[in-house]
């Protein structure tokens, strides 16, 4: 019988907090629940932020917690030839194009925001023509590549994705995708073949995942994950969205906040059990 398969897939550019946590132990209980299997996987697609010893310090806090999982644990970092090869397929079929715009000039020209709060793109860089892109490139200038979203959608036309929850029991109820209010999203960063969105969704269909639980804040990103997943031919998981784990302030646990780390409760004589008691498991 095939086995569900669940999976927690931290960002190591910073050490884990409570919320991480929350989202480890919500997923593990899951995939108990569901007799299915828990995997690890080490997003860290991002070569600057990304640090060796925040991967070693993942898997210190994780097993802390009493959590254990699959090897060998896949490093995203040892797959950016497949995301490469899955942005030619876009790009074979027009569907990316180079953008120039810097951070300040995205800010500049912007006039509204995505679902995430970022400028949103205005377009400026979408009718550039062969030549100019040409140009540019030959004076040694760096794009990042974007989805013409817009065009994506005529061609898969409307997308759903299910969603399972609140408890593993429940039926799946079905959500529509609104990939239009993120705009061209960008797929490959400067410097790297690969975005976030891109990475995420191969990685998923290649592990096999058949549940994708993350957090409520990271819902609206699905409208992206479907059209991609309808794009490349990739299968498209149950999604369920978790409470958030919030500050004495009401505002959402985050590593660049300094959001008090597992490393630090740990080292104040917290016991594990404690936390898992905290948090409700
Ligand atoms: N790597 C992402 C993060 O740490 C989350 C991955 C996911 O659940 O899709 O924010």
Request: aromatic share 8%; charged share 25%; glycine share 8%.
């Amino acid at each position: 019988m095939l086995r569900p398969v669940l999976r927690f897939a931290p960002s190591p550019n910073g050490l884990l907090h409570l919320g991480h946590a929350y989202s480890a132990l919500f997923t593990s209980v899951w995939a108990e629940a569901l007799g299915g299997r828990f995997l690890l996987r080490i997003e860290d697609t991002d070569i600057t932020r990304s640090k060796p010893e925040f991967t070693a310090a993942i898997f210190e806090d994780l097993a802390w917690l009493g959590l254990s999982w699959e090897q060998p644990v896949l490093r995203q970092s040892d797959r950016f030839a497949v995301y490469a090869a899955a942005a030619d397929r876009l790009r074979a079929r027009d569907l990316l194009y180079p953008c120039f715009c810097s951070r300040t000039e995205l800010a500049a020209q912007s006039s509204g925001a995505d679902p995430d709060g970022a400028p949103l793109y205005p377009g400026t860089c979408r009718h550039l023509s062969a030549a100019e892109v040409k140009q540019r490139f030959a004076e040694g200038r760096t794009a990042n590549w974007r989805l013409r979203t817009d065009d994506a959608m005529a061609l898969t036309g409307m997308l759903t994705y299910s969603v399972a929850g609140p408890t593993p029991a429940d039926r799946p109820q079905i959500r529509y995708a609104r990939p239009e209010r993120w705009g061209d999203v960008v797929l490959q960063r400067k410097g790297t073949p690969t975005s976030y969105h891109l990475s995420v969704v191969i990685d998923d269909d290649a592990q096999g995942v058949t549940h994708v639980t993350r957090g409520r804040d990271m819902e609206p990103s699905t409208d992206i994950h479907v059209l991609l997943q309808m794009l490349l031919g990739l299968t498209s998981p149950l999604y369920t969205f978790h409470k958030l784990i919030l500050d004495t302030e009401g505002k959402k646990l985050s590593k660049s906040k300094g959001s008090t780390s597992l490393r630090s409760l740990r080292e104040a004589g917290r016991t594990a059990e404690e936390i898992r008691r905290e948090l409700g498991f």
